[in-house]
């Protein structure tokens, strides 16, 4: 009979994906990187 | 539906094939992302922008939905299932959002080789973009590492639903393949 609980693995794995989610998304809007994407430069492709 | 074993192993091959690719090429990506931040050469910088929109939509872009179009082939078309196992479930939800965040983040990345194309880019040029894309590169690589260490761990762990088709199995055996 298998365990219907959630294996230790899978709760290890969802801890660690959300704190790198958390700190990719932190990184992402401290750089006003791609938050915003395409309103780095003008249409033509030169910086604003 | 079972697929039969050659179309399983022809779709097998195509998997790997295309999923390690995926993973390569991503890996070459971030060479170029890393050597257009911090390369001293003006005219090197600008090549390895241009490079990486052309390996953006000519290998990584078909990498990544060939993966995800062969992945679902063969879960759906053998015995391990969609949503039966974990192992399976997360490597379609890094698969997934891969591949939308590759498909969003082409454009920024057009737009640098654009730029790289009309301008010279040393320095501090666009450093905010070009840190993104290297970050963007660096996650992408981490992620398609765990998706590949999934697929050949196969870490067990049944999902609700497999638990409820591994026993409904265990008393019709016709339920297996449903």
């Known amino acids: 009979m298998a365990d219907p609980a959630t294996p230790r693995w899978v709760k290890a794995f969802a801890l660690v994906t959300l704190v790198l989610a958390l700190l990719f998304g932190a990184l992402h809007l401290a750089g006003r990187g791609l938050g915003n994407h395409g309103a780095h430069m003008t249409p033509t492709g030169a910086p604003p | 539906m079972i697929l039969p074993p050659w179309l399983r192993k022809l779709t097998l091959t195509a998997h790997v094939a295309a999923s390690v690719g995926w ?6 990506f971030l060479a170029l992302a890393l050597g257009g931040l911090l390369h001293p050469d003006p005219q090197r ?4 922008y241009l490079v990486m929109d052309w390996v953006g939509w000519w290998v990584i872009v078909p990498a990544s939905v060939a993966s995800l179009l062969t992945g679902l082939v063969q879960s759906l078309g053998t015995r391990w299932g969609l949503f039966r196992h974990y192992w399976v479930l997360i490597k379609l939800g890094i698969n ?3 591949t939308v965040l ?5 454009q920024p990345i057009g737009q640098m080789a654009q730029a790289a194309a009309h301008m010279e880019l040393s320095g501090d040029t666009l450093w905010d973009l070009r840190i993104q894309i290297l970050l963007d590169a660096a996650a992408a690589l981490l992620a398609l590492l765990v998706a590949t260490a999934l697929s050949v761990i196969k870490p067990q762990g049944l999902t609700p639903y497999g ?16």
């Open chain 2, 96 to 98: 997934v959002f891969c």
């Open chain 2, 102 to 106: 590759l498909l969003v983040h082409m």
């Open chain 2, 23 to 28: 993973l390569g090429a991503v890996a070459a």
């Open chain 2, 45 to 48: 910088v600008r090549a390895a």
């Open chain 2, 163 to 178: 638990l409820k088709v591994s026993s409904a199995a265990r008393t019709d055996p016709a339920a297996r393949s449903r």
